[in-house]
């Protein structure tokens, strides 16, 4: 589990491709502190596992569907990423419940300055767009932001000026991908809420439940 509360950006030092899957060796510093090999490092919001360390860098395994959902395919040597270790159990959970497994990929559509805050606007599919709501969370590139507004098509975020200097996103453009993680708490609740399959004993939570109790 992260908070989306990155650490460090570290470089892309090598990327070996395979037919379906790659390794990518990334430069870091402060987030080798205390790792060990198998432990998880989020490279721009995707958990990943440490399979090797060597002096300042790590190296990760990137499977097939990993490469299908996300951005990482589009990475090259020398491309910086944002990194987060895992949250340890007496750690501070500064942003939100961040998974580190990405729902889908967008598109920034639009960069604009607004005194000192930086808005950035999203564009994303409906599928990831249905969880995502006006002052709730969402995670871009693995870091945790407040949504500013929502619309059919995209959304909006307004980042201080430090989220901006330690992250990758300071680097972004309007046209650039990036991973999206919405908050996993929508998910649940959807499903409990959905119909049980045929033949399956369905969830004793109802709309009508949560209205009779005050949600």
Do not use: Q
Request: net charge negative; hydrophobic share 40%.
């Amino acid at each position: 589990m992260f908070t989306g509360i990155i650490e460090e950006i570290g470089t892309v030092e090598r990327i070996k491709r395979g037919a379906h899957s790659a390794v990518l060796t990334i430069g870091a510093r402060t987030v080798l502190e205390g790792t060990k090999i198998g432990d998880s490092i989020a490279v721009n919001g995707i958990c990943l596992t440490v399979r090797l360390l060597d002096g300042g860098s790590f190296s990760a395994d990137v499977m097939h569907e990993t490469l299908n959902r996300s951005a990482l395919a589009g990475l090259s040597a020398g491309d910086h990423v944002n990194l987060e270790r895992a949250m340890p159990a007496d750690g501070r959970f500064g942003g939100h419940i961040v998974a580190g497994h990405v729902d889908g990929v967008g598109k920034i559509t639009r960069v604009r300055r607004d005194d000192t805050a930086i808005w950035y606007t999203v564009e994303a599919a409906r599928s990831v767009l249905r969880y995502v709501v006006e002052k709730g969370s969402v995670a871009i590139d693995g870091i945790s932001l407040t949504v500013a507004a929502v619309t059919e098509t995209d959304f909006s975020v307004s980042v201080i000026p430090h989220t901006a200097a330690k992250t990758v996103l300071g680097e972004r453009r309007a046209g650039d991908s990036v991973n999206l993680e919405t908050d996993v708490v929508g998910k649940y609740v959807e499903k409990l809420l959905a119909p049980a399959p045929e033949g399956r004993e369905g969830s004793a939570i109802t709309r009508e439940f949560l209205s009779r109790y005050g949600f």
